[in-house]
C-alpha cells in the first residue's frame, strides 16, 4: 500500500508525497535477480537458454529502472501547483500550472467490477481534459483526500467558492 509523507518545504509550499511501501521494489528487485541467476546456471546449457535467461534479466532491469520511485503534488500557496512523478533510475516529469488557472479539484471514482479507484483530477482553465495526479501510484481515498482538502481552501480563498465533497 503507498504511503503518504506530508512536507512542509518552505514557508507557503506544501508537498504531498506519495511513495511505494517497498513491496514493489523487492519484487522486482527479486525477479531481477533470479533471472540473473538463471544467466549464470544457462552458460552450461544450449545458446538458447544463455539468451533467453539474459533477456529475462535485461527485461527486469528495465522494469527496475522504470518503476515509479514517488508522485507528489506541490502546493505553493497563493501561486502554482506542481505535480511530479519520480522513476527508479532518476528521471522525473514535472508539470506546474498556476494557481489562478486552476478551476477545481475534485476525487473521480472509477468502479469496476473487481476494485474501485480514486482519482484526484484538476480542471485548468484552456484544457478540455481533467489532470491527473498520482497517476501511477493510484492511491487510496484516504490518502488523496489531505491533498483535496488542502487544495480546496486554496482555491476557496483564490476564487471565493468551493467544490462538492
Known sequence: MPLLDVRRLAPGFTEYRITPDGSKYR???????????????????????????????LMSAYRWAFTTRHESVTVIKGLALQLQCTVCCGLSSTNCYAIDQVQDALIWEHVSTTEVRYYLA???????????????MLPHLHLIQPVYKQLLRELQGLHGH????
Open 162 to 165: 468551493s467544490s462538492a465533497a
Open 27 to 57: 519484487f522486482v528487485a527479486c525477479s531481477a535477480l533470479l533471472a540473473l541467476s538463471l544467466a549464470g546456471l544457462a552458460w552450461r546449457f544450449q545458446r538458447w537458454a544463455q539468451i533467453a535467461s539474459w533477456v529475462a534479466a
Open 122 to 136: 484538476f480542471k485548468i482553465a484552456g484544457q478540455e481534459d481533467l489532470i491527473i495526479a498520482y497517476r501511477s
